[in-house]
């Protein structure tokens, strides 16, 4: 298993891995920066965790393909 394989611009997967992990990073800032109301700070949270998994799944099938 090659860390290198990650680095596929070409494969669309590569580019949404990127942006779902950006937007993790957005939502995990939003999340500590603002005083939100229960609902929402677990509104955000749940999404932010839910795209780090979802980035963490398709880089680890960029590794494996």
């Known amino acids: 298993m090659k860390v290198s394989r990650l680095f596929q611009p070409r494969n ?4 949404i891995m990127l942006a779902l992990n950006l ?3 957005v939502l995990g800032w939003i999340t500590r920066s603002y005083s939100l109301g229960a609902v929402g700070g677990v509104l955000v949270t749940a999404f932010a965790v839910g795209n780090a998994l979802l980035g963490t799944f398709i880089a ?3 590794m494996h393909s």
């Open 12 to 15: 669309p997967f590569f580019w």
């Open 23 to 25: 937007l993790s990073l």
């Open 60 to 62: 680890w099938r960029l």
